[in-house]
């Protein structure tokens, strides 16, 4: 057995504690009181420290005894020097000696033992043990008033052993007081770039190369990669490496190149209106110089308005930008031929494969692409995949794959509350537009928040100036905030998570306010990109990645996890591939637009194996047929002309029996596309007013069961300001009289509210005053790009409707259907 003694001396006692085998709990505890005596100090009287009413003494000789049996005799730093030499002086006399030690002062308070040194933890200016340093941790996590989780305390405690300083560690619990040393999660350093890629050495057209060295005299790393694997030899590429690497120029490079060498043209596909919109503008900027005509398909735009951008739509132009949906369109439409000779196809944000409503089309698409021009060198764009070996196989592409951001950065998991997200947010941004890269650009921000409506109130909360960003605004408003931004002008867009991850915004700081996108959480996927938009290379030396979870909130009732547990998943996580993957009416949707493309079922096979969607095409065939969408003889397969129709219009085969089966009943056509999809993304203006009234939680959103609930109330009504009554009971007496047994949950209100926006239109109101009409009888407000996209889908269904009614000869539906197509289009 090997016993020690500790000591530490207070102003009128010495405490001492029996350890035995080291044991962070002592045998006991006693209190030892020092007397002078003839020999010198002697022990006189020692209490045992036992908590007991009674007290207990060990005998002054059996104490002796003690400490001469004692293997070490220690004297802890720090405590009263007069009593710590009267200790040392009785020792002496005994012919003892004691080891000068550091000791755990919290662990002694609490009657344990355990030695700290230069390895232990920092707190209030002193040092304590790991274990006590835990303990004040997880008083300052239940104090905080909060309920944080089990991965949050975890994660906690992983800053606690990183940091070695408990101070540092509770104030991320309070982060009014802003340090980055504190908040700092990680830094995702940088990689010194390798041997480069000359741009004077590569084979490209004179003044082509004249135009890429004016920006650069070499490649970035990425770039020399694909140009080392065959870009400029034709080779088909998947490129995977992070935002602002450098990825869109490997299209570019192969697009260009390929079009001066007379090989065809280049399409450049994007998943979104405002991305395909900004890349047309800088395409054009930049190669109209090599004499090259731009043009862009995003879909029809189909309502005329004087605050539209005019663009160069044809299909004939060198360079053609567009979305999926665009360019898809025109094969869905059997206009293949249009597009000519295809000598280049890139595909941008290609792991959109794998998003669940989009997908299937990205996956047609691309086959139908494949398959209409197999000369066509094919470039695959991606920051974010899961498994780039398996997509590469796939798409008979070679897998391009650069690992290293262009600019370092710096995570940071700052744990706040909702009435403090805006002054941090603003604190934030002020102090990153404040500071300027060596390249001399300022700092800027990019928030991103889970909802349209937090965009626009989270905007106005900020003390620095903001815009909101989102697709609810119309493509004038995006437009302004895109040049504001990239002239540095603003500093901060604040932006949900569904538009912004691929727009290019040239932020060196992004910011998290919610994790979510709507009420799920984002995908680490999505955050990958989305962090990616902090720091560029032309403009940054530094990212700045910010997520401010709130500890133990969730969206749903459904979510175990809590926000700041999601935070630290993300940071910590990997990606999952979800794989591609769609139902049965998406693979009618896809068989059909491929047959307008090809009429050889050997052809169609051929498309089908080239998409990773798997599926039974000769069932899938026959049930077409069943359908009279297809007509097959042999080998040969064509569209009928209600095929035709649904093919071309995007339309899943349960929307177009919806049409069919009105057209034959003879509806009204703009009943018929008001039941196919109502106008949902209307808002009550006083939603907040309705709710303080009625001291209730009141939806902003109209057609929300609990909205719904409180308009439908008459008492309810009757609490409202005399102003706001009149609107709500303006908004009931034309919406809410039906007498259906459901009312109001039976879809009539959200079908006559889509009636009245169409209505309107016909009035000839563009989407400001349609609003503005709203607004005044109804107190409901809408965004503008939410407006014309509703129009827009409602001019594409009136096409579907007169054309199905003309397939089945009922000339009057198509009639009324062709002259509100006019009327809405404008």
């Avoid at 129709?645 to 509806?667: C, G, M, Q, T, Y």
């Amino acid at each position: 057995m090997t016993l020690w003694v500790l000591s530490y001396a207070e102003k009128s006692k010495i405490i001492v504690m029996a350890i035995k085998d080291r044991m962070k709990q002592p045998l006991y505890v006693a209190e030892l009181h020092v007397k002078e005596s003839y020999k010198g100090p002697r022990p006189h009287k020692i209490r045992l420290l036992t908590g007991k009413k009674k007290d207990e003494f060990i005998p002054p000789q059996q104490f002796i005894e003690l400490l001469r049996s004692a293997n070490r005799i220690m004297l802890a730093e720090g405590g009263d020097s007069s009593n710590e030499i009267a200790f040392l002086e009785m020792l002496k006399g005994f012919q003892l000696d004691a080891d000068r030690v550091k000791i755990c002062k919290h662990c002694w308070i609490n009657k344990r033992f355990n030695f700290v040194n230069n390895k232990s933890i920092k707190y209030n200016n002193e040092l304590i043990c790991w274990e006590c340093a835990k303990e004040e941790l997880l008083r300052a996590v239940r104090s905080a008033g909060v309920n944080y989780g089990e991965k949050s305390v975890d994660f906690l405690e992983q800053v606690l052993s990183k940091t070695r300083d408990l101070d540092r560690t509770v104030r991320m619990l309070t982060p009014e007081r802003l340090d980055p040393e504190f908040t700092r999660y990680d830094t995702i350093r940088t990689k010194p770039a390798e041997a480069t890629v000359r741009i004077k050495n590569l084979p490209l057209a004179k003044k082509f190369k004249e135009m890429l060295l004016q920006k650069s005299e070499t490649l970035l790393p990425v770039q020399a990669l694909s140009i080392e694997a065959g870009l400029l030899e034709g080779k088909n590429q998947f490129v995977v490496s992070a935002t602002a690497t450098g990825k869109t120029l490997i299209g570019e490079m192969a697009g260009v190149q390929n079009l001066l060498d007379k090989k065809g043209k280049m399409l450049y596909l994007v998943p979104l209106v405002a991305l395909a919109n900004q890349k047309y503008d800088q395409f054009k900027e930049r190669y109209s110089k090599l004499g090259l005509t731009v043009s862009i398909k995003i879909g029809a735009i189909l309502i005329k308005t004087s605050q539209r951008v005019k663009m160069q739509t044809s299909p004939g132009a060198d360079i053609i930008v567009g979305t999926y949906e665009g360019i898809d369109h025109m094969l869905r439409s059997g206009n293949t031929d249009f597009l000519g000779k295809i000598g280049t196809v890139v595909v941008d944000e290609v792991h959109m494969l794998e998003d669940q409503e989009r997908g299937h089309r990205v996956d047609g698409l691309i086959g139908r692409l494949r398959y209409a021009a197999p000369e066509a060198q094919f470039i695959y764009l991606s920051a974010t995949v899961a498994t780039p070996e398996a997509y590469a196989k796939k798409l008979g592409a070679q897998l391009v794959r650069y690992e290293h951001r262009p600019v370092p950065i710096d995570r940071h998991l700052l744990f706040s509350q909702e009435n403090e997200k805006a002054k941090l947010i603003s604190q934030l941004a002020k102090e990153e537009y404040s500071t300027f890269s060596s390249k001399k650009h300022r700092g800027q921000t990019i928030v991103f928040t889970n909802s349209r409506r937090n965009c626009h109130k989270l905007a106005g909360a900020l003390s620095i100036r903001a815009a909101p960003y989102h697709a609810g605004l119309s493509q004038y408003e995006r437009r302004k905030v895109e040049t504001l931004f990239a002239k540095g002008e603003l500093p901060v867009v604040v932006t949900t998570a569904a538009l912004a991850a691929g727009v290019d915004f040239p932020a060196s700081q992004v910011i998290f306010e919610s994790l979510a996108m709507g009420i799920d959480w984002i995908s680490v996927q999505d955050f990958l990109q989305m962090s990616g938009r902090a720091g560029r290379p032309d403009y940054h030396d530094r990212g700045i990645v910010v997520l401010m979870p709130v500890p133990g909130k969730s969206y749903t009732s459904s979510q175990s996890d809590t926000e700041e547990e999601v935070a630290i998943k993300l940071l910590q996580g990997e990606m999952l591939s979800i794989g591609v993957e769609y139902g049965e009416s998406e693979q009618l949707e896809e068989i059909l637009a491929s047959i307008a493309v090809t009429s050889s079922v050997q052809d169609l096979r051929l498309i089908h194996n080239l998409m990773f969607g798997s599926f039974d095409l000769d069932k899938q065939i026959s049930r077409l047929q069943s359908y009279r969408f297809v007509e097959r003889k042999g080998n040969k397969i064509t569209l009928t002309r209600f095929g035709k129709i649904v093919a071309a219009h995007f339309l899943p085969v349960s929307k177009a029996f919806l049409i069919r089966d009105a057209v034959l009943e003879e509806n009204d056509p703009l009943k018929i596309v008001t039941n196919l999809e109502f106008f949902d993304a209307a808002y009550f203006k006083y939603s907040n007013q309705i709710g303080s009234s009625l001291h209730v939680n009141m939806p902003s959103r109209v057609f929300q069961g609990a909205t719904l609930d409180i308009v439908f109330d008459g008492e309810s009504l009757s609490q409202l300001d005399a102003k706001i009554r009149e609107l709500m009971l303006n908004f009931a007496s034309d919406f809410l009289t039906c007498v259906c047994k459901d009312s109001p949950y039976c879809g009539c209100a959200e079908q006559k509210f889509s009636e009245k926006i169409i209505r309107l239109r016909t009035e000839e109101l563009d989407p400001t005053n349609i609003i503005k009409k709203l607004e005044d009888k109804y107190g409901i407000s809408a965004y503008q790009g939410d407006v014309f996209g509703y129009l827009d889908n409602a001019v594409r269904n009136l096409d579907a409707v007169e054309l199905i009614a003309k397939v089945h000869s009922k000339k009057g539906v198509a009639e009324e259907a062709k002259k509100l197509k006019k009327k809405v289009q404008g």
